[in-house]
Structures are given as structure tokens and as C-alpha cells.
């Protein structure tokens, strides 16, 4: 949930931005922000099926501060809404 960006792990990793950055890629298949995201994203999957937690506190959760902008993520990335998702994999209907 925290905030997290590229120049904070270079740092971290005394390595410049631009470098991690590079190595990343070529390790992962994807930007740093991406992996990021998608990690976030299947956290959200995570809370939607396992708890009764709101839309609004998972996103918060995660480390969104926007649930319009999680919602929309996360129908980009799964096709559903996380309102739709969760019925999906509950078993609830829609």
C-alpha cells in the first residue's frame, strides 16, 4: 500500500534510476511501474474474494488513492469491474 517509485529502490540499491530501470526490463519483461501495478492488481483480486472489505478500502489498500482509477485498472487488466469480479469468484450472482 505504500508509495513506491523507481528512484526510491535505486536508491536503495545504490544504482542509478536509469540502470535499474534497464535491468529490470530485461529480469522482468516489463517497466518497474508495471510490475508494480500488477502486483497491486492481484492483491486486489486477493482481498476481493478472500474478505468483505469495500471497493473503497481495498483501493486504499493496495496503494490507490483514487477508486476510479483503481476501477478502471482493473477492468483494463481482467475485463470486470472489481464489483463484478468479486460476484464472479463468490459465487454471488450478477
Known amino acids: 500500500s505504500q508509495e513506491i517509485?523507481?528512484?526510491q529502490m535505486a536508491e536503495k540499491v545504490e544504482r542509478s534510476s536509469f540502470y535499474l530501470s534497464k535491468?529490470?526490463?530485461e529480469?522482468?519483461?516489463?517497466?518497474?511501474?508495471?510490475?508494480?501495478?500488477?502486483?497491486?492488481l492481484e492483491k486486489a483480486c486477493q482481498l476481493l474474494t478472500e474478505t468483505n472489505l469495500s471497493i473503497k478500502e481495498i483501493t486504499a489498500?493496495?496503494?490507490?488513492?483514487?477508486?476510479n482509477y483503481f476501477s478502471r485498472i482493473f477492468?483494463?487488466?481482467?475485463?470486470?469491474?472489481?464489483?463484478n469480479y468479486r460476484k464472479i469468484k463468490t459465487g454471488e450472482s450478477l
Open 61 to 67: 489498500r493496495i496503494g490507490y488513492n483514487d477508486q
Open 5 to 7: 517509485s523507481l528512484e
Open 27 to 40: 529480469e522482468k519483461g516489463e517497466t518497474f511501474i508495471s510490475f508494480v501495478s500488477n502486483k497491486r
Open 75 to 83: 477492468k483494463n487488466k481482467y475485463g470486470l469491474t472489481p464489483k
Open 23 to 25: 535491468l529490470f526490463r
